[in-house]
T-cell receptor, first 110, second 113 residues
Framework: QKEVEQNSGPLSVPEGAIASLNCTYS??????FFWYRQYSGKSPELIMS????GDKEDGRFTAQLNKASQYVSLLIRDSQPSDSATYLC??????????FGTGTRLTIIP | DTGVSQDPRHKITKRGQNVTFRCDPI?????LYWYRQTLGQGPEFLTY????????KSRLLSDRFSAERPKGSFSTLEIQRTEQGDSAMYLC???????????FGDGTRLSIL
């Protein structure tokens, strides 16, 4: 079992709709959770961090964490073509390193 | 604040050559991380520094790889006797203190001929 799992996609969503991205992790000791956006050929860009159970909202983005189910998700409301990218889920367990999933490729269809 | 800066952006070299990359973290960030990313994969952790101390190294970091952060500011990652499998994007990130999000630089793309 991979430490951090994401559906690789591609996930296609019409412009203006809600995009839902999911991530599961295997280590129950995981403490911090992050979503990064990565455009093709570019480096990861932090968009959300979440540390406790529940929802965290920032503009059009909402991160959801459920530690009991070992599940973290990212919702993007009012999806825009500029949201088309690969979204990486990253998890920190104890020490400083981040463990990343393989990413979900999101395409927003105009 | 300026972001994490990496140099060079691209490096093309022949197999067997040595290469060195540089990373300048965000000012006052005392934690610095190196990751490697290949096509279709998420970044994989290589090593990290707290100030000048190298606190963890991944098993991915073979004897051909060495990283330094001599004065707790910029860091270098050297790969000796490069191999085809070293072709990847090498990413540097920094964070202000433990548990804080890591911010990535633009990366150095290494291509081995």
């Amino acid at each position: 079992q991979k430490e951090v799992e994401q559906n690789s996609g591609p996930l296609s969503v019409p412009e203006g709709a809600i995009a839902s991205l999911n991530c599961t992790y295997s280590d129950r000791g995981s403490q911090s959770f992050f979503w990064y956006r990565q455009y093709s050929g570019k480096s990861p860009e932090l968009i959300m961090s979440i540390y406790s159970n529940g929802d965290k909202e920032d503009g059009r983005f909402t991160a959801q964490l459920n530690k009991a189910s070992q599940y973290v998700s990212l919702l993007i409301r009012d999806s825009q073509p500029s949201d088309s990218a690969t979204y990486l889920c990253a998890v920190k367990v104890g020490n400083e390193k981040l463990t990343f999933g393989t990413g979900t490729r999101l395409t927003i269809i105009p | 604040d300026t972001g994490v800066s990496q140099d060079p952006r691209h490096k093309i070299t022949k197999r067997g050559q040595n290469v060195t990359f540089r990373c300048d973290p965000i000012s006052e960030h005392n934690r610095l991380y190196w990751y490697r990313q290949t096509l279709g994969q998420g970044p994989e952790f290589l090593t990290y520094f707290q100030n000048e101390a190298q606190l963890e190294k991944s098993r991915l970091l073979s004897d051909r790889f060495s990283a330094e952060r001599p004065k707790g500011s910029f860091s270098t990652l050297e790969i000796q006797r490069t191999e085809q499998g070293d072709s990847a994007m090498y990413l540097c990130a920094s964070s202000l203190y433990e548990g804080q999000p890591q911010h990535f630089g633009d990366g150095t793309r290494l291509s081995i001929l």
